[in-house]
């Protein structure tokens, strides 16, 4: 059975930085697309960044050169790096998975899991 489950969310100031992590249980993820997002109240979920079987990354335009998506390997664990963090990044954010390796398809259609997801607040 696949789980996401997610950590590292939490309050910090404008400026600050966050590391988010997503331990998958159930299965080996580094052989499927896996991404982040985050939605705030009344807003769709938007695509924060994805990372595909091949390591290669790709980025909201509001997360380019601040955000940073990773994996491990050996821990099964997919990371959001968080830098220079503005009160426009505060949401829930949520783990995802696809069945796939690639990360097309689960843009176009949507991933198959998803994690809870963990609330970050920015202070100002």
């Known amino acids: 059975q696949v789980q996401l489950v997610e950590s590292g969310g939490g309050s910090v100031p404008a400026g600050g930085s966050l590391r988010l992590s997503c331990i998958a249980n159930g299965y080996k993820a580094s052989g499927y697309c896996m991404g982040w997002y985050r939605q705030t109240p009344g807003a769709d979920r938007e695509e924060v960044a994805t990372l595909d079987k091949d390591g290669v990354a790709t980025y909201a335009d509001s997360a380019k050169g601040r955000f940073t998506i990773s994996g491990d390997n050996v821990k099964n664990t997919l990371y959001l790096q968080m830098d220079s963090l503005k009160p426009e990044d505060a949401a829930v954010y949520y783990c995802?998975?696809?069945?796939?390796?690639?990360?097309?398809?689960?843009?176009?259609?949507?991933?198959?899991?998803w994690g809870n997801g963990t609330l970050v607040t920015i202070t100002s």
């Open positions: 995802a998975s696809d069945s796939r390796s690639y990360c097309d398809y689960a843009r176009k259609y949507g991933m198959d899991y």
